[in-house]
Structures are given as C-alpha cells and as structure tokens.
C-alpha cells in the first residue's frame, strides 16, 4: 500500500525582537485562515473601508488617499519615489543611513537629480541644516525616512518640512519603521506622501504597505505631465481601486486584509497615544537593562531614539554575532545585528506590539545575560 506522506509544516515559534518582521498580534493570525472573497465583495470593500480609516488614525491624517499597496515598505518607497520624482526634476535627500541610501538609488533610477545631505549614521538633521540645505537646492520633492531602521534614529521631520514648504516642494516620508508604533502625525508634522509596512508596529506579517497622499500632492499627481515608468506602482493608478468605482489594478490578497484590519483594530482599541506611550516605556526599561550589561547606545540623544527599535554598541568582549546564535539556539529569540557600516558593531533590537511588554522586556534581558 502506497502511503501518502504529510507536507503539512511546522515553523519554529520565534520570539520576534527585531527590527521587524516583528510578532504578529494573535488575532492578526486567526483572521488570516478566515475565507477568501473575491476583490469586490461587498464584505471585503466595507473591510477595506475600515482598514483606510485605521490607518488615517495610524498615519495622523485626514487624507482620503490612504490605502494598502501589495508588497512591503520597498514597495512603497518605490511607488512613492517614482510617483512623485519626475525625470529630470531634483530630488533632495536627508541620508543618514541605508534606507535614505536606498531612497537615493531609487530616486537615481527615476533619472532624478538628486542632492544629499549627509550626516554620520545615528544622527539626525536640524530646521537650520534643513533650511540651507533646501535653500540651496531648491528642489522639487524632499525625502527624508522618519525612524531610520539601520540607526535607529527618530526624525519626525517638522524640521524638513518646513524648510520644504517655502520652496514649494513636495515632502516624501519613509514611515515604515514608524508607523502604529510612535509619532507620525502626517498633518501636523505637513507631509505630503508617506509610506510604511504592514510588519513593524502593525503587528502583521509583510506584504502590504500603507501609503497615504495629501490633497496638495493627489492633485499633483492627477496632473503629472506624463506618466512613471512603472505601471505596476503608479499610484494614480493603484488609488482608483480604492476609490467607490473600484477598478480593477491588481489582485488584492484577502487574508493580508484581515490581518491588517485586526493590527488596526488592536491599535483604536488600545488607544494610539497609549500605544506609542508602551512602546516609550519599555524603550526606557531595555536601555537600562542593556547599559547595566554593558551596552552602549548608538543614538546619543535620547529625543531622537525609535522608542521600539533600540539599537547599541557591545561591550568590547561580547561578539554580536555568537551573541544573536546563543539567543536563537537557547532562547528561540531573534535580534538582528547591524545593516551596511554597522554590520557588526551593533545590534539592533525591537521591542514591538505584543513584545512591548514589561515581562517582555525582562525576558530578553535574562536571555541576554544567560548568553553573554
Ligand atoms: C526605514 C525602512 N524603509 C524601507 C524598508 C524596506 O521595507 P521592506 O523590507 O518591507 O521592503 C525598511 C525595511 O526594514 C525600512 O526599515
């Protein structure tokens, strides 16, 4: 008799602590085995619906242009990137760190001119060195990332957005690392066009990445003198899906939905101040922990630290990398060592969602110390 073996699988349990994927909230998982529908079903379009209005929450804005795209925040910086930078047209960057890298190459790729300003990795940028910056320049669109992953430096970017207002330029903010989890405050900060991922402070898995476009900047686009090169990420395309005719773009995956309505859901129901507030606390209580183990914090300013992305400097006798082995093996724990220039000197751990947690945060600092 012919026996038909299983292929049924068994993932290992991780306890997520860094930079993202991050842990993904319990009700997230269940609403992905829910039943798939079709992209215009009345269920799923009044689910969409709820899924925009969470992020407006998430993202501080009113801007009717918020909505999921397929993919991760890669996805968003380029739909972002090469929606709004033209060929030709100047684009200027605050780099201090690989994803301001990235947003470079991106903005090159679209034949931009683009202008950097570059500081050491972990530092952030003042109104003053925005101010010249952009006098200088005058560009046409300003980029900047808002928690820099690699750094683990927070900018909320009234200092560039500012600066970028009085020469008429648009401002494109990475929020990736951001969103759900501290300060994004799209409105009041005067962002224009920002772009996250469904796998940080939403507490989902990867595959979608908010995006959301002012009025000033929706109208910009409608009146783009000729397309992007990309089809697939034009956002004046992918946003008619999400307006009452719901044209047809691109198959939307359902279960990412779902999950991305219940990481919403999370959020409203805990309250977004309260969140942002857990994640500042246990952000105090790991640094602690971690400098009495001898840890040293990259970011020195701590206004300018991610509150759930804390990112330091080993004492000179421990390697970083046996150290994140030790973890895995022992402790089933995944912190994740540093990106480009700090590949490493650093690790960089994230306390997030359901692991910004007090006993969370005491866990990882025995584990720690049991590997050290
Ligand atoms: C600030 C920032 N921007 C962009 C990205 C790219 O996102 P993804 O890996 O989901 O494509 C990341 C990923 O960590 C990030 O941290």
Redesign the pocket.
């Known amino acids: 008799m012919v026996t038909i073996e299983s292929k049924r699988i068994t993932p290992p349990k991780r306890l997520l602590y860094g930079?993202?994927p991050s842990a993904v909230d319990p009700r997230a998982y269940e609403a992905m085995s829910q039943p798939v529908v079709g992209i215009r079903d009345p269920y799923l379009l009044d689910l969409l619906s709820e899924i925009q209005s969470g992020l407006r929450n998430a993202f501080g804005t009113r801007n009717e242009a918020t909505f999921p795209i397929p993919?991760?925040?890669?996805?968003?910086?380029e739909a972002a990137v090469s929606s709004f930078v033209l060929p030709g047209s100047k684009f200027a960057i605050f780099a201090a760190?690989?994803?301001a890298d990235?947003?470079t190459v991106v903005a090159q790729r679209q034949r931009a001119t683009v202008a950097r300003f570059e500081k050491p990795w972990g530092e952030v940028f003042s109104a003053e060195e925005a101010e010249e910056f952009i006098q200088r320049q005058q560009p046409d669109v300003v980029g900047f990332?808002?928690?820099?992953?690699?750094t683990g430096a927070y900018q909320s970017g009234r200092a560039i957005t500012a600066a970028a207002r009085k020469v008429n330029a648009l401002v494109i903010a990475?929020?990736?690392?951001s969103l759900g989890a501290m300060p994004v405050e799209l409105d009041s900060v005067g962002i224009d066009v920002a772009?996250s991922?469904?796998?940080?402070g939403l507490s989902c898995p990867?595959g979608l990445?908010p995006v959301s476009i002012s009025p000033r900047a929706y109208q910009w686009l409608q009146s783009r003198p000729e397309p992007p090169y990309t089809w697939y990420l034009d956002l004046a395309l992918i946003s008619k899906y999400f307006e009452p005719a719901h044209v047809y773009h691109h198959t939307p995956s359902p279960p990412l939905y779902y999950a991305m309505h219940q990481g919403l859901a999370a959020i409203e129901e805990e309250g977004l101040q309260n969140r942002w507030a857990r994640h500042q606390q246990t952000n105090k209580q790991l640094l602690a922990g971690l400098e009495r183990l001898g840890f040293q914090p990259l970011v020195k300013n701590p206004d300018h630290r991610i509150w759930h992305l804390t990112t330091v400097i080993p004492p000179a006798h421990v390697d970083e990398a046996s150290l994140r082995q030790k973890l895995l093996e022992r402790h089933n724990i995944e912190i994740a060592s540093g990106l480009g220039q700090l590949s490493g000197k650093i690790l960089r751990i994230g306390t997030m969602g359901p692991l910004a947690t007090e006993e969370s945060v005491d866990f990882l600092l025995e584990s720690l110390a049991d590997c050290m």
């Open positions: 930079p993202g993919g991760g925040g890669g996805a968003g910086m760190g690989l994803f990235r947003m990332v808002q928690a820099e992953t690699s990475d929020c990736v690392t772009y991922c469904s796998q940080k990867a990445s």
